[in-house]
């Protein structure tokens, strides 16, 4: 395995003695990366939806998926070349900060399992109470993933190219800059969140009929979970030094959704005691929420993060 103690002495980017880039120069190539990845949808009538296209539409999810995958192949090779030019790495080290080696499968795995740990309650949901477990023997969420171009999107080309722009080309660059990891942690997925808020023009134009005070307060919501969700996902990102952690993260969320936190837990075909079920439902989500709390920092250790454990108190 690599040791990158000598990296770390080298660079030391959570130092107050070394800073190749500003904290506003960081700031503004990630509001830039941002807007090279969302605007283009809205330049090419391909992309562009209106009244009579959706962006749930296969052509328009190819189309913006091309985009996306041209805005984060230019992107990483910026901070790349940041990383070579201006901080001076080796290509090797450089490779590390953007997450893509070592690949980290075990960190990746222990990622998932810390993730899990969050929603066991959803789980039990979704595999014993609705029977999903069956779903899984017969391989249908894989065939549905690789025959169903809006859950591919959802599950794969979504959260894999996402996290290529705020994590992979992102993170690394506030690490160079002043500013403390803990804040990089709770500050720049701020502007992960504000790239979704372009979905309240795209809902509006769907659901014309719907009260601009519910949509919006819709898009705040969808602000605020995706800006906690950014804040973890850099997290574990700066933890394990991952990309594949990141995205196995990602992509697991994705496909889980949003747990159920209030209401009665029932079977899709009536069986079963119905309070039994909402009585261990809940009581997972609570024990779930407390594991994840206390595995939160073990889970994520590793030899590969792009700091050390101190640099978080700091």
């Known amino acids: 395995m690599v040791d990158f103690s000598e990296v770390f002495h080298r660079l030391n980017p959570w130092s107050k003695d070394t800073h190749p880039i500003s904290t506003t120069t960081a700031s503004l190539l990630l509001l830039l990366y941002a807007l090279s990845y969302f605007l283009p949808f809205y330049t090419s009538p391909l992309t562009r939806p209106s009244p009579t296209l959706s962006r749930d539409n296969p052509s328009v999810i190819r189309a913006r998926i091309r985009s996306v995958c041209i805005s984060c192949f230019f992107c990483c090779l910026s901070t790349f070349l940041i990383l070579l030019f201006v ?15 070592p690949l980290g499968l075990t960190e990746s795995a222990r990622a998932l399992a810390l993730t899990a740990l969050l929603f066991a ?38 959260p894999l190219t996402e996290e290529l722009l705020f994590r ?31 979905h309240f023009y795209e809902f509006r134009l769907q659901n014309p009929r719907v009260p601009v005070f519910a949509a919006l307060l819709r898009s705040i919501f969808q602000f605020s979970f995706t800006t906690l969700f950014g804040a973890y996902a850099t997290f574990v990102f700066i933890r394990t030094g991952s990309l594949l952690a990141a995205f196995a993260v990602h992509a697991f969320c994705n496909g889980m959704g949003l747990p159920k936190v209030w209401g009665r837990v029932e079977r899709y075909d009536g069986r079963g005691n119905d309070k039994v079920w909402t009585g261990v439902y809940y009581a997972l989500l609570v024990a779930g929420a407390y594991g994840f709390g206390r595995e939160l920092w073990v889970l994520t250790e590793g030899g590969n993060g792009l700091v050390p454990t101190s640099a978080f108190r700091r």
Not at 90 to 100: K, T
Not at 128 to 156: A, F, H, Q, S, T
Not at 179 to 191: A, G, K, M, N
């Open 87 to 101: 901080a001076n790495l080796s290509v090797s080290d450089a490779l590390h900060y953007l997450g893509f080696w």
């Open 121 to 158: 309650g959803p789980l039990f949901l979704y595999l014993v109470v609705d029977d999903g477990y069956k779903d899984w023997l017969r391989g249908d969420p894989l065939k549905e993933v690789w025959g169903d171009m809006l859950v591919w999107r959802n599950i794969v080309a979504g």
């Open 168 to 198: 992979t080309s992102s993170v690394p660059l506030f690490l160079l800059s002043p500013l403390p990891v803990s804040q990089t942690i709770f500050l720049s997925p701020i502007i992960f969140g504000l790239a979704h808020v372009h």
